[in-house]
């Protein structure tokens, strides 16, 4: 079993919807959560933190629940430049920061 | 802004060739990465350090050494290139418990 899972999809969606990611990982002792956003060969980049209370950034919305080792990614109102592969990211962090990423969700936002 | 500099966009070796990938940040992080990814595979990390000369395996380090011996620099060696070695290989620095900043990548070929 991998140690971050990930619905591979490929979810491809209406603009204007609202899509929800799940990804759930295995060490407990996992520390910090974040989400990446990485475009067709291209470098990953940070979307946004993972906060225990949860998070919002403008159409983006970051879950953790963290008894049943479990983090979400819901857009609201998507744009077709939210078509893209999202990562999910745990971080051990008493492992010198060394973070296992998720095999990515793939998005297609069609017009 | 995090600005981490990987040297090549894109190289071509050889098999046989000693390869060197440079990869330069400048937000003094302790922590730098290297992974490889793969269609269908995602990110695998192969080396990783959390400060000058310390170096630690991640999960695929066969054919690979790192060296850093400044704080900004980390290099990846492939000390005999092969076939299966052609991947894209991304750098990437962080501070401890912070999320990775990644650099463009380098597209290796090894012909």
């Known amino acids: 079993r991998k140690e971050v899972e990930q619905d591979p999809g490929p979810f491809n969606v209406p603009e204007g919807a609202t899509v929800a990611f799940n990804c759930t990982y295995s060490?407990?002792?996992?520390?910090?959560f974040f989400w990446y956003r990485q475009d067709c060969r291209k470098e990953p980049k940070l979307l946004m933190s993972?906060?225990?209370s949860g998070n919002e950034d403008g159409r983006f919305t970051a879950q953790l629940n963290r008894a049943s080792q479990y983090i979400s990614l819901l857009i609201r109102d998507s744009k077709l430049s939210d078509s893209a592969t999202y990562l999910c990211?745990?971080?051990?962090?008493?492992?010198?920061?060394?973070?296992?990423f998720g095999d990515g969700t793939t998005l297609t936002v069609k017009p | 802004d995090v600005k981490v500099t990987q040297s090549s966009r894109y190289l071509v070796k050889r098999t046989g060739e000693k390869v060197f990938l440079e990869c330069v940040q400048d937000m003094d992080h302790e922590n730098m990465f290297w992974y490889r990814q793969d269609p269908g595979l995602g990110l695998r990390l192969i080396y990783f350090?959390?400060?000058?000369?310390?170096?630690e395996k991640g999960d695929i380090p066969e054919g690979y050494s790192v060296s850093r011996e400044k704080k900004e620099r980390f290099s990846l060696i492939l000390e005999s290139a092969s076939t299966n070695q052609t991947s894209m290989y991304l750098c990437?620095?962080?501070?401890?418990?912070?999320?990775?900043?990644f650099g463009d990548g380098t597209r290796l070929s090894i012909l």
């Open positions: 990437a620095s962080s501070l401890q418990a912070q999320p990775q900043h």
């Open positions: 060490n407990s002792a996992s520390q910090s």
């Open positions: 993972v906060y225990s």
């Open positions: 990211v745990v971080t051990d962090n008493t492992n010198a920061g060394k973070s296992t």
């Open positions: 350090s959390y400060d000058v000369k310390m170096k």
